[in-house]
């Protein structure tokens, strides 16, 4: 199984930035693609960036030109946020594409909390 654990989440004010890191271990044959996904109190988790194998990237409207998505070697994975919005307040989870698709286990997430 692969276990995947977030950190760098935290309080800022908006205007404000936050970079989060995603690290996997465990039994990993072959990541098609990294993401990272969210969730508002009361709202479905949404899936804000993924980063594909080759290094192409897609946002979701709402992040798009203020969130960047990379990844390192060691398939840990990262979000850079830029001109972070009180709406962007959630938790934050990443998760892994493999030949099977989206990972069914979830990592603890970490609290993202914008300030206004």
């Known amino acids: 199984q692969v276990q995947l654990v977030e950190s760098g989440g935290g309080l800022v004010q908006a205007g404000g930035s936050l970079r989060l890191s995603c690290a996997t271990s465990?039994?990993?044959?072959?990541?098609?693609?990294m993401g990272w996904y969210r969730q508002a109190p009361g709202k479905q988790r949404e899936l804000v960036a993924v980063?594909?194998?080759?290094?192409?990237s897609n946002y979701a409207d709402s992040v798009k030109g203020r969130f960047t998505i990379s990844r390192d070697a060691k398939s840990t994975a990262y979000l850079q946020m830029n001109n972070l919005k009180p709406e962007d307040t959630a938790v934050y989870y990443c998760?892994?594409?493999?030949?099977?698709?989206?990972?069914?286990?979830w990592g603890q997430g970490t609290q993202v909390t914008v300030s206004s």
């Open positions: 465990g039994s990993i044959f072959s990541i098609n693609a």
């Open positions: 980063i594909v194998d080759g290094g192409s």
């Open positions: 998760n892994i594409v493999t030949p099977t698709g989206w990972g069914t286990n």
